[in-house]
């Protein structure tokens, strides 16, 4: 069975940034599995609440 990505695998400032851009958030579900994961893992990095906006900003309009 394939772990749902909601359920404990999304970084809680992930999670809260993608509320705030409804884009983002459908642009983030309609990815596959293993992009959802690359995406996820490009946020361990962020440390300030304002660049994990930017980066969540970002994701629908560069397509990663």
Known sequence: MEKNLTNGEVP???AMALAQNMNSMQYFSSLSPDKQR???GRTRGIKSKAEMQAFVDS???IGI
Do not use: K, P, T
Request: charged share 0%; hydrophobic share 55%; proline share 0%.
């Open 59 to 61: 994701i629908s309009s």
């Open 12 to 14: 809680i400032g992930f």
């Open 38 to 40: 690359s995406v996820i």
